[in-house]
């Protein structure tokens, strides 16, 4: 006989498991997470904010390969190896991309790369007779090819995941602690508590929710951690609401009865015996507010007051590419597009799956 499982717990993992869309979301999140962290390593440019620019060869197509001849510099890196992994690699070396080059002793003669049958400028370089020149022009592939200042596209995406991807953490454990709190506080004594905070989730909840991460960001100053504040200090109410609903449900059953008369403090009665027992709920909207933290965050780097340039960001990339959809380029802006809406789709959808696991009447 097949053992049957012994808790609640296993039951809804039992039925998440069985939602095939809300595991494979929950496998391409933890892919999105590792690509965030690990970008550096991963990306072919692995400079910092992957910003190596190359203007002769902007706007490039997917799949474009030229020859890059690297110019090493005197200046010499005292970057740790953890700090070089996880933001990127201070780069001294100078790159010039070329449409040939010829070798002759300790100099290089080489054409600068020109675009629409442009012929390039010949310029030559003398180096010391102990260096060898081989190792300095190499033939470099753009995946998704390049953006309008010539820096690689795949690179980008890859270190803008961990803006769309932290964000959403960072957002939603500030809503968290902040509704979870101010919900505890107006469903479990009522009264006045209940109308002033019920009163502050009311006024902010009538503000537009861009309008208000605009006044915040604007008052906190523009920058990385200022966008992650100021999306999650307007994601509150809906948790505080939700936990507020279901506290003044939960605090009249009898295991509250009973753990009040036992004596037990207030404190203990709601983190202790209620939360635990509404958790549910708030797990389902969190994942919401991670898809609608992310969007919002896009929003922002598209209206120029979300990560700051030379940072990357997927709706940094859209903002400076969306024009290029009608010049014939539309990848340029889809690419970061389909991005934002596969992470956003991937929340959703594990949202639906965990619903319906901590769904107990199903």
């Not at 070329?98 to 030559?124: M, P």
């Not at 007779?129 to 033939?139: A, C, E, L, M, Q």
């Not at 059953?253 to 708030?282: C, E, W």
Request: hydrophobic share 50%; aromatic share 12%; glycine share 8%.
């Amino acid at each position: 006989m097949s053992s049957q499982p012994s808790s609640l717990k296993q039951l809804a993992l039992q039925k998440f498991k069985r939602n095939f869309w809300g595991v494979f979301s929950l496998y391409f999140i933890i892919m999105v997470g590792l690509v965030s962290v690990f970008a550096y390593v991963m990306a072919p440019d692995n400079s910092k904010y992957a910003n190596q620019m190359h203007l002769s060869i902007h706007s490039k197509k997917p799949g474009f390969k030229v020859d890059i001849l690297t110019i090493p510099s005197q200046l010499k890196s005292r970057q740790s190896l953890v700090d070089e992994i996880f933001f990127g690699k201070e780069i001294y070396d100078t790159e010039i991309p070329v449409s040939n080059h010829q070798i002759l002793g300790n100099t290089i003669k080489y054409t600068e790369y020109a675009s629409d049958g442009i012929t390039g400028e010949e310029k030559a370089i003398v180096l010391k007779p102990d260096n060898t020149f081989n190792p300095y022009v190499k033939s470099k592939i753009f995946y998704f090819g390049t953006d309008k200042y010539g820096r690689d596209l795949l690179s980008r995406i890859l270190v803008g995941a961990r803006i769309s991807f932290f964000i959403g953490f960072v957002a939603v454990f500030i809503s968290l602690i902040i509704g979870i709190f101010m919900g505890s506080l107006a469903g479990y004594f009522g009264g006045k508590t209940d109308a002033i905070i019920m009163w502050i989730i009311n006024v902010t909840w009538s503000i537009p929710t861009l309008l208000l991460v605009i006044a915040i960001t604007l008052a906190l100053g523009k920058g990385f951690w200022q966008v992650f504040i100021a999306v999650g200090l307007t994601m509150w109410v809906e948790v505080a609401r939700v936990v507020r609903g279901q506290i003044i449900s939960a605090k009249e059953m009898q295991y509250v009865t009973a753990a009040r008369a036992l004596g037990f403090s207030d404190y203990r009665i709601i983190t202790k015996h209620i939360l635990p027992n509404i958790m549910a709920p708030v797990i389902v909207i969190s994942a919401a507010n991670f898809a609608a933290a992310i969007l919002i965050e896009s929003g922002l780097s598209f209206l120029g007051i979300g990560a700051q340039p030379p940072m990357a960001s997927w709706g940094a990339m859209i903002k400076d590419h969306y024009n290029y959809i009608i010049l014939g380029k539309p990848y340029l802006a889809i690419i970061p597009g389909l991005c934002i809406m596969s992470l956003v789709m991937s929340f959703m959808l594990i949202g639906n799956a965990l619903r319906d696991a901590l769904d107990v009447k199903s």
